[in-house]
């Protein structure tokens, strides 16, 4: 069995009480003690070097003690290149890992749409950000050249990895000893039964609080079900006033949405994907001014604008709207009820994706 290294931890005379007040204004900041638990937990793990026996297919699974939703957990590193644990957390995020499993074509903004969980990663100095460094130095970490040292993450739907906060460093630390516990599980009594069935893992139930023991139950989780698309809520004073202008209906419209790489954010502000909504003339291709939402809106939201805004720019209703898929339909059906435009799912959208290309190169994406 590898022995886990201990760090060498001389902590700071006067560490601040919480971490990252400043990346998490209005949110709870971790404290002290949380991070510092949660620093030794990582630290241990590391140590163990999980990923030479661990695969990212030999999830390990908890229940999170903050939403009481289910913790997906997984050891990067095999590959040599990432050396992480990662948990997602929730039926939306497990889905997510089992279609990235599956070899779908997804892009990273995919994953990020619909990714809620927490991580810790194992990096090296340079990849530090002055709140990582200020962390470790208040807990008496020795960062050396070519050492690596953890920094702990937390995904949202719709944002990129920031900085976590309170509940969510709770949630990663229960993710951590628990992984931990049934790797060295595993190490004692060499089981894969656990995952030898398509859908089954390993369930930790904690059993000693003190001593932080672990019932271990072999669970089945298929994967879910896609959610239902859940349309915006409409500006009803809006699509009143545009029924009242009694506009004639002529013409059809192509409509898209989609999450970009493009990053919305303020200084030390939770930097979120860009949500974009295009709308395009069918026959003519003229381009409408794509309506841009953060995480904050739903998609629903930003598609509505988008298409009320292509109607207020032309004075009349497109006796058709075009859409590429089920759920864009979905999202758009209250709003194309309420001012009488026909819905049509097509296999392809030419003038949406035209403008989509030049969109993206003139953003440099």
């Given at each position: 069995?590898?022995?886990?290294?201990?760090?060498?931890?001389?902590?700071?005379?006067?560490?601040?009480?919480?971490?990252?007040?400043?990346?998490?204004?209005?949110?709870?900041?971790?404290?002290?003690?949380?991070?510092?638990r949660?620093?030794?937990?990582?630290?241990?793990?590391?140590?163990?070097?999980?990923?030479?026996?661990?695969?990212?297919?030999?999830?390990?699974?908890?229940?999170?003690?903050v939403?009481?939703?289910?913790?997906?957990?997984?050891?990067?590193?095999?590959?040599?290149?990432?050396?992480?644990?990662?948990?997602?957390?929730?039926?939306?995020?497990?889905?997510?890992?089992?279609?990235?499993?599956?070899?779908?074509?997804?892009?990273?903004?995919?994953?990020?749409?619909?990714?809620?969980?927490?991580?810790?990663?194992?990096?090296?100095?340079?990849?530090?950000?002055?709140?990582?460094?200020?962390?470790?130095?208040?807990?008496?970490?020795?960062?050396?050249?070519g050492?690596r040292?953890?920094?702990?993450?937390?995904?949202?739907?719709?944002?990129?990895?920031?900085?976590?906060?309170?509940?969510?460093?709770?949630?990663?630390?229960?993710?951590?000893?628990?992984?931990?516990?049934?790797f060295?599980?595993?190490?004692?009594?060499?089981?894969?039964?656990?995952?030898?069935?398509?859908?089954?893992?390993?369930?930790?139930?904690?059993?000693?609080?003190?001593?932080?023991?672990?019932?271990?139950?072999?669970?089945?989780?298929?994967?879910?079900?896609?959610?239902?698309?859940?349309?915006?809520?409409?500006?009803?004073?809006?699509?009143?006033?545009?029924?009242?202008?009694?506009?004639?209906?002529?013409?059809?419209?192509?409509?898209?949405?989609?999450?970009?790489?493009?990053?919305?954010?303020?200084?030390?502000?939770?930097?979120?994907?860009?949500?974009?909504?295009?709308?395009?003339?069918?026959?003519?291709?003229?381009?409408?001014?794509p309506?841009?939402?953060?995480?904050?809106?739903?998609?629903?939201?930003?598609?509505?604008?988008?298409?009320?805004?292509?109607?207020?720019?032309?004075?009349?209703?497109?006796?058709?709207?075009?859409?590429?898929?089920?759920?864009?339909?979905?999202?758009?059906?209250?709003?194309?009820?309420?001012?009488?435009?026909t819905?049509?799912?097509?296999?392809l959208?030419?003038?949406?994706?035209?403008?989509?290309?030049?969109?993206?190169?003139?953003?440099?994406?």
């Amino acid at each position: 069995m590898p022995k886990s290294k201990k760090p060498a931890v001389v902590e700071s005379s006067h560490p601040p009480a919480h971490f990252f007040e400043k990346q998490l204004a209005g949110e709870e900041p971790p404290a002290l003690e949380t991070m510092k638990r949660l620093y030794e937990a990582s630290v241990k793990l590391f140590g163990f070097a999980p990923w030479e026996h661990f695969f990212d297919r030999q999830l390990v699974l908890l229940e999170d003690p903050v939403s009481k939703e289910t913790c997906h957990c997984l050891i990067l590193g095999a590959l040599g290149e990432v050396f992480a644990l990662q948990a997602y957390i929730g039926s939306e995020s497990y889905r997510m890992h089992r279609r990235m499993q599956a070899g779908e074509p997804l892009v990273p903004q995919d994953f990020f749409s619909a990714m809620t969980g927490a991580g810790v990663e194992f990096v090296m100095p340079s990849e530090l950000t002055k709140p990582d460094k200020e962390l470790l130095q208040a807990l008496g970490n020795p960062v050396k050249r070519g050492a690596r040292v953890p920094v702990f993450r937390a995904f949202r739907p719709g944002c990129q990895p920031w900085y976590v906060t309170g509940p969510e460093a709770i949630t990663l630390m229960a993710c951590v000893e628990a992984t931990t516990a049934m790797f060295l599980e595993y190490l004692k009594h060499p089981d894969t039964s656990y995952w030898s069935e398509p859908d089954f893992y390993p369930f930790m139930v904690p059993s000693n609080a003190e001593k932080r023991g672990y019932e271990i139950k072999k669970v089945n989780v298929p994967v879910p079900p896609a959610p239902v698309p859940v349309p915006g809520v409409l500006d009803e004073a809006r699509v009143k006033r545009l029924r009242e202008k009694d506009y004639v209906l002529k013409g059809a419209f192509e409509a898209d949405h989609f999450h970009s790489s493009i990053i919305m954010a303020e200084k030390n502000a939770r930097p979120a994907f860009a949500h974009i909504a295009l709308v395009s003339a069918a026959t003519s291709g003229f381009a409408f001014p794509p309506e841009i939402g953060d995480s904050s809106r739903s998609p629903g939201d930003v598609l509505a604008s988008a298409v009320l805004n292509a109607i207020e720019t032309v004075k009349f209703l497109p006796a058709e709207l075009r859409v590429k898929s089920s759920e864009a339909k979905t999202l758009l059906e209250p709003l194309a009820s309420q001012l009488g435009i026909t819905l049509r799912v097509v296999k392809l959208l030419p003038a949406i994706e035209s403008l989509k290309h030049h969109l993206l190169a003139y953003m440099g994406r």
